[in-house]
């Protein structure tokens, strides 16, 4: 065996994580010699309770028959030392020292992107967060997020119907797909030309820490981060905070002042998130040359239009109204208007003049 392989061993008992193995290797010098190291030794770096059971693992630990387990799952695995090992997830405090994968490693290398935020979605977070994947695979992002339901879902989704790739880290072993409502899109991701990665080992579960630690991972994987739509204690504030620790750009898409789904995204801005209603906005701010980005012209894009959306241009389609006048004409809720009036105005359809006034966008 190679000495990557027993980084495998390390990886596969949950109580060593980076900062412990970090220690180790500073101690015994390689993998190798820490994983046929004297007990005396490990007991001393790991201390009583956790050396003696890593002490137990290790006598009953095959890393040749888990090296025949991942070849059967059709599983690969990058350590922090190979060449392949994405550069910008080496670079975070901590990265993962082995980081297992399903699907093409390669993608791994490619300029990534992350869109993530809410599990319960508005229609409004749906079309916005659609809208913005596809113009960032367009603009040749690789896009990244957690497989979770709702935003990352979508944006998994997004990019393949945009015959982009696309990466989703879990908060289990690659192996498992959850939740389990995203099988087919799990399955979907590997089949075209996308990956599945993980820090944890094959069969591992989800457990409540695990999903913060694979925040940090779609944080470290990625150029900058969007969050689309999501409460105040929405799990996407916790990858935007890893992103402000990385030194990655965040960035932040305002909603409707009446959904409790958009104080996420508005407490980010507030706290320097950069606020966007374009792709365009956020190429420009990581001073990315925008020639690939294919948005289309105006008659493309209101073909796209929601039969809602037709009648708000046809409200407007002979003169600039005011917010309170279209709520009349339209006969919606004014909070219904909003959410329209604010994805329309993402997809250029319509624009905001001053004091409350829209206009078709011409």
């Not at 190979?82 to 290398?109: C, M, Q």
Request: net charge positive.
């Amino acid at each position: 065996m190679g000495e990557r392989d027993y980084w495998l061993g390390f990886s596969v008992f949950s109580g060593i994580g980076p900062f412990k193995f970090k220690k180790i290797l500073e101690e015994f010098g390689t993998a190798k010699k820490a994983w046929e190291g004297s007990d005396s030794k490990i007991l001393k770096i790991l201390g009583e309770n956790l050396g003696s059971k890593f002490l137990d693992f290790r006598s009953k630990f095959s890393i040749e028959n888990y090296l025949k387990s991942l070849k059967k799952e059709n599983v690969w695995f990058l350590t922090l030392k190979d060449k392949d090992y994405p550069t910008l997830l080496s670079k975070i405090k901590n990265p993962p020292f082995v980081l297992y994968g399903k699907g093409n490693s390669k993608i791994l290398s490619s300029i990534s992107f992350a869109v993530v935020g809410a599990r319960r979605t508005t229609h409004y977070g749906r079309e916005v967060t659609a809208i913005f994947t596809q113009d960032l695979v367009h603009a040749g992002f690789t896009i990244v997020s957690g497989l979770a339901m709702g935003v990352d879902g979508i944006s998994h989704k997004t990019t393949l119907d945009s015959n982009g790739k696309t990466v989703a880290v879990l908060g289990c072993g690659v192996d498992c797909c959850n939740p389990s409502e995203n099988l087919s899109l799990y399955k979907r991701i590997i089949e075209e030309g996308g990956a599945i990665v993980s820090e944890l080992s094959l069969s591992h579960p989800p457990t409540k820490g695990s999903f913060p630690a694979r925040n940090r991972i779609i944080a470290g994987l990625s150029l900058g981060i969007l969050v689309t739509e999501g409460g105040e204690d929405s799990g996407s504030l916790i990858t935007a905070n890893y992103a402000l620790s990385f030194n990655r750009r965040i960035f932040a898409v305002p909603g409707p002042i009446t959904s409790s789904l958009s104080k996420g995204p508005f407490k980010l801005i507030q706290k320097g998130a950069k606020l966007v209603t374009s792709a365009e906005d956020i190429l420009v701010e990581l001073k990315i040359d925008n020639g690939k980005l294919k948005i289309g012209d105006e008659k493309e894009r209101r073909k796209k239009g929601t039969k809602e959306e037709e009648e708000i241009l046809k409200i407007l389609e002979n003169e600039s109204l005011h917010f309170d006048e279209i709520v009349r004409r339209s006969q919606f809720s004014s909070s219904k208007i909003g959410s329209l009036l604010s994805i329309m105005e993402i997809k250029g359809l319509v624009k905001s003049l001053e004091s409350g006034i829209f206009a078709i966008t011409s």
